[in-house]
């Protein structure tokens, strides 16, 4: 078998430590103590040695790197590579507890094949994203954008980077090396089937006052969902994605007479539930022996208020994940995985059979 084993005396043999008289071991340090050539060494730790190098050479190399210290150089290795192992995360903002599960997922899988993510909050939520390394694009190898338009990264998308957009229009990627998504659709339709299964047939939608295709899909399911059984009566109300909104939008819809009041209100998020919630009892009513609420994303917040609440259960870090690992995948020439990440229906307290007439 061809090997780039040294011949010189002691290879195989237990290392000795050795440094450079500056104190930075360098990877001669490391082959002089386990007795290889410079060679032997860069493809061992190169991760490239099998077929070339012995098992127990390669064994005797690595751990005389681990006894000097030793760290490559990874800006002179990203150099040859014409890589700087670095991807840019944008996201709407980063006060949401989704985006940061996002980014604990990316920054998972970024980690163990050595790079980094820069975590980049756009200034102006989901409209056109302002490119922050217009000046350094070399800086980045790729761009991943959750819950964003296409067309609002058109910017770093015309500077010829990888772009992976998250929780966005399959239909508008053109151009982007992957777009991944939870199913969003198939979330609101098991609300839709658990509170009919309960006996609703009147509904409120408190829909986030977003333009966007996350919450665009929401909408459109649940509106199918309803009409696809007689007899249900279906309203929506737009709110801004804070409590104190969804507290507000709740009242509007609530503050009608008893038997045209809505007996389930289902809510675009978490937060929006919340204020829902609170609404309900502002007004003297019980959730959910008046009124259930539902909620989306299953946030700490869900079992944070009283009654719990019944929500859709969102795998954030496995969006995150799996959208570093398409960007992996089209830097390496890969067809990235691009089926939806399926999402579940917890039920909790806060949802019950409609009130009797």
Same mark, same amino acid.
Request: glycine share 10%.
């Given at each position: ?28 340090? =490391? ?27 390669? !064994? ?7 006894? &000097? ?9 990203? $150099? ?7 991807? $840019? ?44 390394? #217009? ?17 609002? &990264? ?14 966005? #229009? ?20 098991? =609300? ?90 502002? $007004? !003297? ?41 398409? $960007? ?15 999402? &579940? ?13």
């Amino acid at each position: 078998m061809a090997s780039t084993d040294s011949g010189r005396p002691g290879a195989g043999g237990t290392p000795a430590p050795a440094r450079a008289a500056g104190g930075r071991t360098t990877s001669r340090d =490391v082959a002089r103590a386990a007795g290889v050539s410079q060679a032997t060494v860069s493809l061992v730790l190169g991760d490239k040695w099998r077929g070339r190098v012995s098992e127990r050479t390669a !064994g005797t190399v690595r751990e005389a790197a681990r006894e &000097l210290g030793y760290r490559p150089n990874l800006a002179a290795r990203n $150099l040859r590579l014409g890589r700087t192992r670095t991807a $840019l995360l944008v996201v709407p903002a980063l006060t949401s507890e989704f985006f940061a599960r996002v980014y604990t997922g990316a920054n998972g899988v970024a980690a163990e094949h050595g790079f980094g993510v820069v975590l980049y909050p756009s200034p102006v939520g989901t409209g056109p994203a302002l490119d922050p390394f #217009d000046s350094a694009r070399a800086a980045l190898d790729g761009v991943i954008a959750s819950s964003m338009a296409a067309d609002t &990264l058109s910017g770093m998308r015309g500077g010829g980077l990888p772009l992976v957009m998250l929780d966005s #229009d399959p239909r508008a990627g053109t151009g982007t090396a992957a777009t991944v998504n939870l199913d969003i659709a198939d979330g609101m339709r098991q =609300v839709a089937r658990h509170l009919l299964a309960l006996g609703h047939r009147r509904f409120a939608h408190l829909a986030a006052a977003v333009d966007s295709w996350t919450f665009r899909e929401r909408a459109g399911a649940l509106t199918r969902a309803v009409a696809a059984v007689p007899g249900p009566a279906l309203a929506r109300e737009s709110a801004a994605l804070e409590v104190e909104a969804g507290r507000r939008a709740a009242e509007r819809v609530l503050r009608v007479a008893a038997e045209r009041r809505p007996t389930a209100l289902v809510c675009d998020d978490d937060l929006l539930a919340a204020g829902a919630c609170k609404a309900a009892r502002g $007004l !003297g009513l019980r959730v959910p022996e008046d009124v259930s609420v539902t909620g989306f994303d299953d946030l700490a917040l869900a079992t944070a208020v009283d009654p719990e609440l019944t929500t859709v259960r969102l795998p954030a870090e496995a969006v995150g994940a799996r959208g570093m690992t398409a $960007l992996l995948d089209a830097l390496d020439g890969r067809v990235p995985d691009t089926a939806p990440l399926p999402v &579940l229906l917890v039920p909790r307290a806060s949802t019950g059979p409609p009130p009797r007439p």
